[in-house]
T-cell receptor
Framework: KAGVTQTPRYLIKTRGQQVTLSCSPISGHRSVSWYQQTPGQGLQFLFEYFSETQRNKGNFPGRFSGRQFSNSRSEMNVSTLELGDSALYLCASSLPGQGPKETQYFGPGTRLLVL | AQKITQTQPGMFVQEKEAVTLDCTYDTSDQSYGLFWYKQPSSGEMIFLIY??????QNATEGRYSLNFQKARKSANLVISASQLGDSAMYFC????????????FGPGTRLSVLP
């Protein structure tokens, strides 16, 4: 079974621009979560989507948004990029309905550099 | 609110020796799941092992085992016979038992295996 895929793997943008990252979950997984990882802040939860609906949301400004399509693929968008948005963005998919045993499987991440 | 604490920012271990990475958690849920992930320098988070709060036996997966002490709210990861490829960041995480609860990650421990 193919794992979680993320595109692009690397991205360089300038301040003020916007960016869209894509995530394809493991086949059959209907939940997709996004995380931002930086050396200073560690791993921070952005949001989670299940069946095209946002199920959970972390504490990030409205510049960060996401969506999920009917095939469970997800995108996240960051508008008006700031230097502090430079990070590794990780996507994870899971199979809902298993309660606390619901395991997240991660993709390779997208490294975003904002200049 | 749920919280994960990993008090060891960095650890060193000699190749072929065993090492224990500490993790303590805080939750008011009766049912919850505990997870360990490995993140090599490539960035991808790799799922290692899972322990349910109601599991009576400690989880094991190959060279990985989880020393689960429910009363102390600790879930330490034990890696036996360390290998050079075990050098990575290790994250402890938990998910509560209520539907739709998101993952909570600890700050991580960087393990370096010495030849």
């Amino acid at each position: 079974k193919a794992g979680v895929t993320q595109t692009p793997r690397y991205l360089i943008k300038t301040r003020g621009q916007q960016v869209t990252l894509s995530c394809s979950p493991i086949s059959g997984h209907r939940s997709v979560s996004w995380y931002q990882q930086t050396p200073g802040q560690g791993l921070q939860f952005l949001f989670e989507y299940f069946s095209e609906t946002q199920r959970n949301k972390g504490n990030f400004p409205g510049r960060f948004s996401g969506r999920q399509f009917s095939n469970s693929r997800s995108e996240m968008n960051v508008s008006t990029l700031e230097l502090g948005d430079s990070a590794l963005y990780l996507c994870a998919s899971s199979l809902p309905g298993q309660g606390p045993k619901e395991t997240q499987y991660f993709g390779p991440g997208t490294r975003l550099l904002v200049l | 609110a749920q919280k994960i604490t990993q008090t060891q920012p960095g650890m060193f271990v000699q190749e072929k020796e065993a090492v224990t990475l500490d993790c303590t958690y805080d939750t008011s849920d009766q049912s919850y799941g505990l997870f360990w992930y490995k993140q090599p320098s490539s960035g991808e988070m790799i799922f290692l092992i899972y322990q349910g709060s109601y599991d009576e036996q400690n989880a094991t997966e190959g060279r990985y085992s989880l020393n689960f002490q429910k009363a102390r709210k600790s879930a330490n990861l034990v890696i036996s016979a360390s290998q050079l490829g075990d050098s990575a960041m290790y994250f402890c995480a938990m998910r509560g038992g209520n539907y739709g609860q998101n993952f909570v990650f600890g700050p991580g421990t960087r393990l370096s295996v010495l030849p």
